[in-house]
């Protein structure tokens, strides 16, 4: 394959993390190349390259730029490096390998902003990173790319590390907003839109890691190369993950529009399934996007007119920004697959989903905080081989609450935290009714059990000796 | 700013075209056109926070389902509340908030039946469902199932299994009945300003309270009961009135504890005063009480030790009479008194109706004006200056339009919490506080400049203040504070000066004066800062004195040297300091609703007119009627006046009591010393001559700010004390304890004991440890050849080189403070003392005060 590898393209290089051998590389030319422009003509070149936003609701973020008014006097920039999808760790490498290219990212996007002061949000279990990044940004700071008057261009940029304490919902923008500004960590209310008030109710806009990085690549190679890559609506570079039991699990960069086979299966990413086996579920996008059926299922002989009774093999399914729709996922994601293999029960899967975000869910809004539990309560049950073919419906019509509408709830994590929960129980129906038809005669006894084991044991202390609080 | 006219917009809602005011979202909106839309954690005084998403509705143009309570509402919008689809959604919403909540009853077939015919215990340990909530029937949350139509939920009753808590005072929490409706949070942290409040941990196992494991008591609360106020369920309840059940009503009212004057809603059920809510009037106290006016109310009238019959000495005994033998009995000691041998002792918490009447009542029936008031002392600078104050501009709503705050000497957790809130708003708004106080404060916690003289001097440190500022926002201050002002009261200068410029910027001044530095004996400065401050354009004063009627004991007269409306009063008759200091020996002393000693002082007779017994032996009483029983008014700060309602109106009878007003006991007596003037039908009656007599009084409650407007100059009393004693320390003094009509409240409310303030000597941990004195021993302070010995404590709000004791603004109900007591009769303070550790510590100490308590204990019995 052609494709020359941006992103990672200091992977495995020695001391890479070293401004010297970044600037080697032609580091920091994007960033001269910008100061050099007016910050408008920045942000139109990022929207005719059409970059949309990493983190995974593919915003594109030119347009996000352009909401923040006009006549605003401070503005934020957000880096959000609290990557927190359970099966992502795209932006972990970035900040390993090439710290400098997202401070050149930061140093881009603050002047097409007019920032003056970046925060990089940074996930609480990132400890050797925080220490790389912050080592990076001193070395920057004394080379003169953040501070005063920046490449004599007269723009300041500050640029300070806000390391988070450990929830997946400080990586909604809101979110982390709060939990920046030293409250709980919980989203806000949209509107108003952090490009007109968030952060110390500045202007504010939040990036991701992986966005940002893509900006110097912009600037030195130009859009035209930019939107060559990818396909036609969801262009550049992308870092694809793949975990699981496959041969070579890890971090790939690719173009956008690879197909979910290609990443499982393909030379240059994961090298197909160890032991041969087959898959079963691919949750292509992090958890939150729903979920692929393997290849353990036949293909469908006619793409164009699928038989919705059937179940079909679902891998060839195009990672972009669009195409993932069509198999009713909710979007790309992070773009990180986790694949499960055929001998696994689908109803651990199920188990595992729905207890991070039983777990996670902030507790703000009903229907998520209430909801997960009971999606996870009702999970429990079916693991333990007490379930009933209406808990399925039950499941799917609390997913539906959750957020198959938006703008039921006040961020995406009861979205994210339903979608898969549909997902699983719709396209795998047939194996959790099996599975529910091979229960023992004492299935009723153990069912009750499960619902409330408060209600038979100590009434105080069976709830907390419950599954919910490991 | 004075409030705008809003513009009316159009919106249509359920296909009908409504009008609104512009900047208002979709809930209210619909709330002011009489669409229902459910909804659970939105609430006026708070911001969105789109929690419960039980307002979820269909806008036109809007993806999804939008929040009422969270969008707002737009020219032109076009909403539908109640379609198929988001009542389903509704019902399912609600049905995962019961599935937490212990609401089996809710849906419950025989609820009707159950609650007819209900024979289970009501105070169950453990709420399980409606029926033994202590919320039955009050609860938003039946209100909602019941308008959503919910009959059934598919989820079982899930019950967390948290522990009630019942470790605070006034008022118990059950999380399990919680919704998480973040509505207690916000208002802790938004409106009151407070943040004790906080949602802990997150997901399913997210509950609320202070953050870090700490009580409410630890965490700072003020227990002012906004939360309680707004809990939609009944995870939050007054302890006092848990099991009432459902109010029969309520009477807008008016707090009797202070002079803010807090409008407040009296819930009774049966006849009885059950609970308080705070009024949502905008003028005084907006939706927020303190802790006295939220939860001490019931109790205070309630207590089992509450005096409902008129008693006699007869010999040996102390015995119930009946109400002519009692008056027969008074009266005949009262005839014939000549001025010397007569003292009436008012207390600052009657009403109008009261006060009035009390000083007609000696000045014709008895031909003296032998009548003082505990007032006095609340007044420092007397008559004259406090005249003078209150013609001016006094407005409490008007500090949130200040943009420069002085704040001096007060401490607004438990006293004047209102006004506190009040600040806070104020500061969010962008105004500068300065906070005048030796003492750390809980307004030292948000102020700009904390200004920390030594006790005593805050009057001189407000004087430099009030001398030099000026009105303009480039002014520089330098220099305006001399070396000597620095070094008289022990301010930075340069902090001083920034203060002042800090000030001087803003337009609006308010000056805050809180209780503490009335009490110091020299008030020089302090009366040249006020009269300065009186002066000066666009300055409000809010002073905060204790007592509810204080203004009113000014301008009705019930002084010995006021008249009615502020005139001169031609001869003098004997006043309480005279009494106190053993000068004068009155043969008949008229005690009403004021305990001004610990002990008997020496007098042939003491008639008592109150709602408690006095802690010493009487000869007569008079039971009077308490704040629930009787009507009347009260002149607040900024000369409102503003009604108490009478809502217990028991027939006399052995348990309900015999209690009477206090004018009416008057005009009784009166009748029996054979005047004619006192033929009051009502309290209005008495309002309305109160309005012929004093100037610009109304004839009928009225709440209007008045302005005094007084019949006579009075003179102004500067006093010029230098600091008595001798030695390295400083003793001061410091009004506190919880005063109704001479009672001390925390004896009678449970709570407030919790939260009184004990006895001893509190000072900074660096001059104890410096004293060689461990937390809790005893120290011995000399006053000049005064000893006084008594328990430490550890204080770190305290400056150096302060030892600070509590004066009970209230006597009655305390416990004997048998070894503070030559304190209290000395009346000075600041006081220079030496102090040591006291000798007697240990094993022999503890015996002997085990053996002087006996005997006391004995003699009370």
Redesign the interface.
Known sequence: MAFEPVLMKHVNVPNSTALTVYKSDGGYEGAAKALKMKPDEVVDLVKQANLRGRGGAGFPAGIKWGFLPPDREVTYLCVNADESEPPTFCNRITIETDPHMLLEGILIAGYATKTTIAYIYMRGEFTEQFHILQKAIDEACAAGYFGKNILGSGYDLECYIHRGAG?Y?CGEETGLIESLEGK?G?PR?KPPFPAVEGAFHKPTVVNNVETLACLPHILTRGVEWFTSLGTETSAGPKMYCVSGPVNRPGCYEAPLGISCRELIYGEDFGQGMRDGKKVKVVLPGGLSMGALRGDMFPKNPNPDQPDPKQDYDELDCILDFDDVRRYDLLGLGTAAAVVVPEDVDIREVLVNITRFY??????????C??????MYQIAQRLRAGAGRVCDLN?LV??SQ?LGM??????CGLSDGGGWPVRNLVQKFRKEFEQRIAEQGADAAARRIKE??P??YES??????AAE??P | MSPRKTRLRKMEINHREVSFPEGVTVLRAAELNDVYIPSLCSHKDLTPFGGCRMCIVEIEGMRGYPLACSTVAAEGMKVLTDTAAVREMRKEILQLILSEHPASCLICDEKTECRENQFTIRKAGVTTGCQNCPNDGQCELQEVVEKVGLTDIEYPVYYRGYEAEHDDPFFDRDYNMCILCGRCVRMCQEVRGTGVLAFKFRGPLAQIGPAFAKSHVEAGCEFCGACVSVCPTGALADKVSKWDGQPDGFELSTCPFCGLGCQIELYHKDGRLSKVHPNLDPVVNDGQLCVRGRFSLPEATHHHTRARKPMLRRGKYFREVTWNEALDDVAEKLKGLKPADFLMVVSGDLTNESLYTAQKFVRTCLKSNSIDSTARDLLPGGPGLWAKLFSLPISIKGLREADAIIAVGLDSRFYFSVAGVEIRHALKDGAALITIDPRDSNLARYTNYWLQPTPGQEGAVLKAIANNIRRATDFSPRGAAGKDIAKKTGVDKVLLEEAIGALSAGEHLAVLLGPTVFEYNANEDLVDALLKLAGRKNTSFLPLYNGANTRGVLELGALGEVLPGVAKAKGQGLSLADVISSRAKPKVLYLVGEVPFFERPDCDYIIAQDIYYPPFEIDAFLPAASFAEAEGTLTNVEGRVQELVQIEDLPDGAVAGFMRPDWYIFSRLAERLNSREFKYKSARAVLKEISKTVPGYPAKPNRKPRRLASKAKLPVEKRKAPVAGTGPYLLIAEPAGFGHRGIDLSSKVEGLEELALEEGFRLNPDDLQKLQIEPGENIAISINKLTVTGPTKADAECPHGAIYYYRPVALGGLEQRANLEPLYRLRASPVKVKARAAKATGKKAKKKAASRKIPMAASTL
Do not use: F
Request: hydrophobic residues 40%.
């Open positions: 929830a919902v709980r919980w209310i039983a777990l996670e869910s902030c507790g703000q809004c009903t229907q905080r209430e909801g997960t539990m009971w039950l019509e609390i609450n509408m938006p703008g039921l709830s006040i619902i409330n408060a209600a009434p105080i202390r069976g709830y907390q919910v609080h």
